[in-house]
């Protein structure tokens, strides 16, 4: 089974509008971190966000935040007035203590390609 | 935050034959982390590399395929063996930078196997 479901295959918003890509996830530790990340056609993994489990409030940073709700399981990452330089693939990622046999490495779902129409 | 020096940045190479790729950082960091991403698709996590003990590696990936070296804290290489057309993919290292919450990345190297 998926460890991190992303829906949105690609998503087209309309730029200065905000969007939500959405990020579901399965683990039955306690104990997990959350991470969005933003890889533009340059191919570079830039780090947006993260989310402790433990965390109670929603993180924020910047223009992007993340709509944390536990008993779901779900993490969306929401992007307020949308830029035309957000285009991008948006992946969504989880780190348990111990996933696969290997420590604190991250387990990234398919990804969402966002692009930013004018 | 770290800075990852990652090369070669892209090459292309003939099947059966290897590469080492080597990821140097400029900060000490415990564990590193290598990834594939084929094409089109998403990060998978190879292998975890921890300075003077064996990597770890992820289900459907082996050592003879990827050995890894780590012969320092701020240093890791990644061999791809015996390279097949399959093996076309891009290969990031990642590193967490202590006191930083996110994982930094390398830049990847882009291989092609013709």
């Known amino acids: 089974a998926q460890k991190i479901t992303q829906t949105q295959p690609g998503m087209f918003v309309q730029e200065k509008e905000a969007v939500t890509l959405d990020c579901t996830y399965d683990t039955s530790d306690q104990s997990y971190g959350l991470f969005w990340y933003k890889q533009p056609s340059s191919g570079e993994m830039i780090f947006l966000i993260y989310q402790g489990s433990y965390d109670e409030q929603n993180a924020t940073e910047g223009r992007y935040s993340l709509n944390f709700q536990k008993a779901r399981k779900s993490a969306n990452l929401v992007i307020s007035a949308s830029q035309l330089g957000d285009s991008a693939m948006y992946f969504c990622a989880m780190r348990e203590p111990y996933s696969g046999g290997g420590a604190d490495g991250l387990t990234f779902g398919k990804g969402t390609h966002l692009i930013i129409q004018p | 935050s770290a800075v990852i020096s990652q090369k070669p940045s892209r090459d292309i190479c003939q099947r059966g034959t290897s590469l080492t790729i080597q990821c140097q950082v400029d900060s000490q960091v415990t564990m590193m982390f290598w990834y594939r991403q084929q094409p089109g698709q998403s990060l998978t996590l190879i292998a975890t590399a921890n300075q003077g003990s064996e990597a770890t590696y992820e289900s459907g990936f082996v050592i003879d395929k990827f050995p890894i070296s780590r012969p320092n804290l701020t240093f890791s290489t990644l061999t791809v063996s015996n390279m097949s057309p399959e093996d076309s993919s891009i290969y990031l290292c990642?590193?967490?930078?202590?006191?930083?919450?996110?994982?930094?990345f390398g830049s990847g190297t882009r291989l092609t196997v013709v």
């Open positions: 990642s590193v967490v930078p202590q006191g930083v919450l996110g994982y930094t």
